[in-house]
């Protein structure tokens, strides 16, 4: 980890001291700052902990000519975290680079020493399940965006196509168990480790040669139907036949995927 910015250390403990003195039990820093990449745009993120959950979980202030985030849990709340699969990507690792700040009782490093030994395998039938159940749901985004590009509604067609080309690269993270610390490099690692043909339809899917909505449209569904290839040894019969299904509505069949 690189050394975190001075000014952004000082800001960062002067909030987690003012949090100490309203009733948390610690408080640390995370994202960039704590990784130590932080850019001149980037805020502090600061999590507090209480031993009740606050009626407000989060606020944004500026501080120094910063932007601060405060997120407010519980260390339950963190523990079950590190249970649910639709944060695992950058949550675990983003606890264990966490830098903290205050910490009377010792409960910020425990909940980093468990950041630290937790494992993929430890979550592993979560893990698919939640995969299974995600792709099987985006079945009916795909029929959405196949039937708004046949009606010609090409606002609807470009937001079903942007919500696919965003959501599947977090399902194909937890498929292959990565973990990355940040949403910002989120799509780049899920293509090095999908290759092509993702790669080259997720690009398409973004618009990022400047495709059209129908083009990167059909791309995002090209991409769904990849996802769906990937999970597939992951669905039961009921899941098969839905993603089956959209995927033939939505122009990719499966039919010569020799899937069983």
Known sequence: MSAVDPAAMRIARTVGRERMEAGALAVVLTGSHARGDAGAHSDIDIVALYGTMPDDDSSIMMRGGRMVTIARTTPSRVRADFHDPARFTTYVPGWREAVILADADGVAARLQARAHRWT????????????????????EEALKLRAA????????????RSLLAISLAGLMAVRHRILCGTENVLWDTVCERMGEPWSSAQKRALGMRGESVVTSSEAALELYAIAVREAWPLLDRRQRAVVRHACDVAGHSLDDYRAG
């Open 120 to 139: 993929w395998e430890s979550v592993a039938d979560v893990a698919d399940e939640w995969v299974a159940e995600g792709i099987t749901g985006w079945a």
């Open 149 to 160: 590009l046949d009606a010609g509604r090409m606002v609807h067609a470009a937001t079903q």
